[in-house]
């Protein structure tokens, strides 16, 4: 089954750490995806550049909105993602657990799936 670990981070947390502290975090990242890799678990793995750089858009009544960021009445982002093939929910949370990110972040496991009611 796939999972996906969203990393969500509070909005504007990137800018308070030193280069190097960002470094080191993003190596902690990387190694945490080379292990997933080498356990056979990681499907697809990115980071995601930060809400002022991204763009919303809605289509309604056929007409295209386009909101380019930072998005005021957003007080978090999603700062990447892991997409993972798990034997269960357990197993995600068991890994989502073990992810750096954890420590400065919030790590959200949601299981891949069809969109439809209910």
């Not at 009544?61 to 997409?83: N, Q």
């Amino acid at each position: 089954m796939l999972y996906i670990l969203l990393i969500i981070e509070p909005d504007g947390q990137r800018l308070t750490r030193s280069a190097e502290e960002g470094r080191q975090l993003y190596e902690r990242m990387c190694r945490f995806a080379e292990d997933l890799k080498a356990r056979g678990l990681l499907v697809a793995s990115e980071s995601l550049r930060s809400n002022a750089e991204g763009a919303r858009i809605q289509v309604r009544g056929g007409k295209r909105t386009l909101i380019d960021g930072p998005f005021s009445e957003s007080k978090e982002m999603v700062g990447g993602f892991f997409l993972l093939d798990c034997q269960s929910k357990e197993e995600a949370i068991a890994i989502g657990s073990e992810c750096p990110a954890a420590e400065w972040a919030t790590v959200e496991v949601r299981e891949v799936g069809p969109c439809h009611g209910g």
